[in-house]
């Protein structure tokens, strides 16, 4: 029998990006794993714990030992998520405004959260000994969330390369089918964003470790069936290319098998756009784009997984990302990293919650939406692209975004407004305003406005935090 997606770009361009994902919006991604235990840097810690001068190097010879006695695989008997409660996640998840969890089942570390068949070296046989994956899995999709995962496989391949250059568990036989080739890479040297970028590192993964790779995905695809598969931005590598068009089509005809909606996110230039949905880390756009896109970013500015001493954004700062990002035809995708046992830290909570109250108001303006003819207005300019979320962007309450649904126009302001908010893309000679409410007066009162020369001018009630008002219009041209 034919399948409908063949291993070609130009059958891979037939994809539609399926409508839960569209409507969704925001998403909660999890890195959650063994570098959790030593909680110092962030979750590149395996790799720079062997990378001779850096700060996890002599924090580990510090608190640890030397790699050769003590190295990362002894983590994994202190990896012991005695305290994970599936359930208890899913329900914060829901009480979030989350409609999509996508946990991380396999970090550039190389151990898997998840029951695999292809190695001894994952949580439900070691550490835990539960599938952790599986476990959530269930969870979430019985609040109604849609379940999708990520792999960080493909980064392995390179990943503990600096324990070959001195005395370290990673030259140890015994190990190698954990700690991986581990080879060193000509163009990988710490903090060379252009090295680090290049589609052609050497030398080149070799075929056995592809097919490896592609089973793993495959295994993933068939055991838990995700909707959303997140790769990071490795497999960009031009060797990579064959088995990226291999997965994409196995799992696309998988999704149809199911019945369900499935979509793969990519990072910089692994797939044409048109075969699956581009994903910018740690950034935003600053306009409008089609076709639909996501940002992936953290709670955190300094880690995606646990360390102590986290910097923590701001719900307030989130929300405005979040309204920006929805109005531009994307989605968030926002990262926790919980503690080795399985608990999600206090202050992430709080913000989860946070974002989960100011939704429970104004979601309807966020939810099933679609982009107007702008996307808003304001002083505020958003840098364009990845790694740009490192400072506050400063929205004031004259930064203002638009989505729509059917006769309405939702206005949002990515701050807190005063007494009213002003909309210059409505000024009368170009816009026919109808009844105007406040998403956040739940007895649907209308509010008191006028069209001047140069602006729509709506009096809002006190509010806290940013405001959304619905225009019901007869037209949206």
């Not at 151990?111 to 269930?138: Q, V």
């Not at 490896?212 to 695809?221: G, H, K, N």
């Not at 959303?228 to 990226?244: C, S, T």
């Amino acid at each position: 029998m034919t399948k409908p997606f063949e291993p070609t770009w130009q059958s891979l361009k037939q994809y539609q990006t399926p409508e839960w994902y569209v409507d969704g919006k925001f998403g909660i991604f999890i890195h959650w794993g063994m570098y959790a235990v030593p909680a110092f840097g962030n979750e590149w810690y395996p790799r720079n714990m062997y990378l001779q001068g850096t700060r996890e190097y002599e924090h580990h010879l510090q608190t640890y030992g030397p790699q050769a006695q003590f190295g990362y695989k002894d983590f994994i008997a202190h990896f012991k998520a005695e305290n994970y409660d599936p359930a208890a996640w899913a329900a914060l998840f829901e009480q979030a405004g989350a409609r999509f969890v996508v946990p991380v089942a396999e970090h550039h570390d190389g151990f898997a959260m998840y029951d695999t068949a292809l190695s001894p070296w994952c949580a439900a046989k070691m550490g835990p000994k539960r599938d952790l994956i599986g476990d959530l899995a269930a969870a979430v999709r019985a609040r109604g969330l849609t379940f999708g995962l990520s792999s960080h496989r493909a980064e392995h391949w390179f990943f503990m390369n600096g324990g070959r250059e001195f005395d370290s568990d990673v030259n140890d036989p015994r190990y190698a089918d954990f700690y991986g080739p581990a080879v060193p890479c000509e163009n990988s040297k710490p903090g060379d964003r252009e090295a680090w970028n290049s589609r052609d590192w050497t030398p080149r993964p070799d075929a056995a470790y592809l097919e490896d790779w592609l089973a793993r995905c495959c295994e993933l695809v068939d055991k838990y069936q995700p909707q959303l598969f997140w790769f990071d931005w490795w497999i960009e590598q031009i060797v990579f290319q064959p088995y990226v068009q291999r997965f994409a089509s196995y799992y696309y005809n998988r999704g149809l098998e199911w019945d369900k909606g499935v979509a793969v996110n990519y990072k910089n230039y692994t797939f044409p756009v048109e075969a699956a949905v581009w994903d910018i880390e740690r950034g935003q756009l600053a306009g409008l784009r089609e076709p639909f896109w996501q940002t992936d970013t953290s709670v955190s500015r300094n880690s995606w997984g646990y360390i102590e001493g986290h910097i923590y954004k701001p719900s307030a700062e989130i929300i405005g990302d979040l309204i920006d990002i929805v109005s531009k035809n994307g989605a968030l995708l926002l990262n926790i990293g919980p503690r080795p046992d399985g608990t999600i830290p206090e202050e992430e909570q709080t913000i989860l919650r946070e974002i989960g109250a100011w939704l429970k108001v104004n979601g309807e303006a966020i939810y099933a939406t679609r982009p107007w003819v702008s996307f808003g207005e304001g002083p505020t300019q958003v840098a364009d692209g990845g790694f740009t979320d490192g400072q506050a962007r400063g929205y004031t309450a004259e930064d203002i975004r638009f989505t729509r649904k059917d006769n309405a126009l939702y206005v949002m302001t990515l701050a807190q407004p005063g007494a009213e908010i002003r909309i210059r893309s409505l000024a009368s000679d170009k816009f026919d305003a109808g009844r105007i409410v406040s998403l956040g007066l739940l007895d649907g009162r209308a509010l008191e406005w006028r069209q001047d020369a140069d602006a729509l001018v709506v009096r809002v009630p006190a509010l806290a935090g940013q405001a959304a008002i619905k225009i019901v219009c007869t037209s949206l041209d």
